[in-house]
């Protein structure tokens, strides 16, 4: 067991990493203040973990809400869902919502907690690797909209965040890959010497040993959290997070979201990203080649989807939200655990990035 | 011109109050930080004032969302009308929204700055005497659902605030009373001797002379900042701005929202809520008589509707979000200016003032 507390002032909260911790309510049961409870989740997870959780929560007055599957449903009319269920059933300001599922879920019930009666609290159970690295610190919830993923949300934080490891063994392996494309950004962004130790136990994680994950997911939420700790509401460094997020977003959008799962299109983003900072000379390609071995040992693709242009990519990453008043902002490399956040990478370097790895002209 | 800055730590902002403070861009251009402008506004107030507005921000890039007029349109559908035009002229985080109107646009205003990218910055130009007084002090945001109003929101700040009272020019006389209910409010919870500066002036408000109103809307928006600022996030004293709010909700609801103003419903809720302390033998009858007699002077109702019976009246006041696990409570009077929240008014006591009101059992 790992625990991990977060230090955000008021809003600091902890997060629980081992397995079974669902089974151990003594841990958790303190962070449920009132009486009623509203379990979100959805059609995937609702018929593994749904009873055992309910069984948790016999002393609470618990209804639930089973969401659709899909990043396709990440949107307001399914949000509504949520309202509707809370409203029928007399919720109060007094709620706990807690969110069963991945980083959909997580994103929706985190958005509905922080807008229900303008503000209820809320526990994030994940069920993916990626959301138990990810969505678990820092607060950003929201929904997407047909012309831009996350336009729409709120900053709001979770009382506890359970992460049970026991969870992943149901996990389908391309899922799991995707949440190892987060792992391995810590590595990349902040924390050489746990790059470094991914590459020497990539194989023993890729198997889910425990021992192995608990580590993974606890210094993966801990260099999380040094960043956001340093700037909660995203003004500065809080940025390098997105390492291959702006590209990768722009390969979520022209593929439809849900083809390509966030973390595959994190890991060709980041791919992209590094190339670029190879091709601006500010890092050396050996990091570049380390990163993509690495990658692809996780299962991860590492060259961006064969059907897009040029311009429709950088069409789709200036609308992404880390433009500001018109020029393209990117995370980029300048070593190994060494990020920055720059505008100076000029668009015709970028777009020469982009066809090197095949893009259409 | 009268200046209130509401001192609510980094997030205090400025209240300019005055006549034509639209045409002083001296005074409030500089809380506008970037290039990108959004007004939001609706089908009544946009050929009244939307071009004056326009013509003071030929520096920025402006656009404008006109949404339909109503209470009956504060809702989600509506609201992704402000993200639907932000995503298509490609805002981004440095945008400015503008609220231009009433209480639904300021509300579904602010609700869109608070989610969009998960938050911008925004302005308040008022164009009611209620939107003056009530939604331009305490970051309330929000949208209502078909079984509750303001269900769902969100707390947040606008930069400034832009009280013109020359746009109360063309507000008509229903809806100047109904902003007057909030007025007298503010005397009755907190400040006796604005309420009996009320009781000496109301005939020349009535007329909207001028000096009054700075002097109404000032004192109302300070009345309304002081206890706001003892209590941002609505725990616990903030909770008196509420008087009349519950029983003037149940009367919205039932009516349909529209068909009695906001204003119309606290003043009939205003009169039930003193009631209800003089049953209790909280408040002399005396206090009562003045303030339906101000009310009345006002334009405003002092009876509720005469097509509710007394347990659907009671089902919605349950319903309302000022309840915490199943008890009703609410804001009542002790004396003139002072207010207090309490559970302690048993069912039997509210349903026998609502049949003295003349509610059918």
Redesign the interface.
């Known amino acids: 067991m790992k625990n991990l507390e977060l230090d955000l002032g008021e809003r600091s909260y902890p997060i629980f990493i081992a397995r079974d911790v669902l089974g151990q309510p003594n841990l958790w049961a303190q962070y449920i203040a009132?009486?009623q409870v509203c379990i979100v989740t959805n059609s995937t997870v609702a018929p593994l973990y749904l009873a055992a959780l309910k069984a948790q929560l016999s002393d609470k007055s618990v209804c639930e809400v089973v969401l659709p599957d899909g990043e396709a449903h990440k949107n307001?009319a399914t949000?509504?869902q949520i309202?509707?269920t809370l409203?029928?059933k007399?919720h109060?300001?007094?709620t706990t919502l807690i969110a069963l599922g991945g980083g959909v879920v997580g994103d929706m019930c985190g958005f509905a907690a922080?807008?229900?009666?303008?503000?209820v609290q809320f526990i994030q159970i994940p069920s993916t690797l990626l959301s138990m690295v990810d969505s678990s610190v820092g607060g950003?919830t929201?929904v997407n909209?047909p012309?831009?993923k996350?336009?729409?949300?709120?900053?709001h934080q979770p009382n506890c965040v359970l992460a049970d490891l026991s969870l992943l063994d149901t996990l389908p392996e391309r899922e799991f890959s995707a949440g190892m494309a987060e792992v391995i950004k810590y590595g990349l962004i902040c924390d050489a010497p746990f790059f470094e130790w991914l590459e020497a136990n990539i194989a023993g994680l890729m198997r889910r040993d425990t021992d192995l994950l608990e580590e993974a997911v606890y210094r993966s939420c801990a260099n999380k959290a040094l960043v956001v700790a340093e700037d909660e509401?995203?003004g500065g460094r809080r940025a390098i997070l997105n390492l291959g997020h702006t590209f990768g977003h722009a390969i979520e959008t022209a593929e439809g979201y849900g083809n390509w799962l966030h973390g595959e299109a994190v890991s060709a983003g980041m791919v992209l990203a590094l190339s670029l900072s190879v091709e601006l000379e500010w890092l050396n390609s050996e990091i570049l080649t380390r990163a993509k071995s690495l990658l692809q040992q996780a299962g991860l693709p590492v060259a961006p989807p064969n059907n897009m242009d040029v311009d429709q990519f950088l069409q789709l990453m200036?609308?992404d939200?880390k433009?500001?008043?018109g020029r393209l902002r990117l995370v980029l490399l300048t070593g190994l655990g060494e990020a920055v956040v720059s505008s100076q990478a000029p668009e015709d370097v970028i777009a020469q990035v982009l066809r090197d790895a095949g893009v259409r002209a």
């Open positions: 009132g009486r307001l949000l509504e309202f509707d409203l029928e007399n109060n300001r007094g922080a807008c229900y009666q303008r503000g950003k929201g909209h012309l831009g996350n336009m729409i949300g709120a900053f509401r995203e200036g609308r939200k433009v500001l008043d």
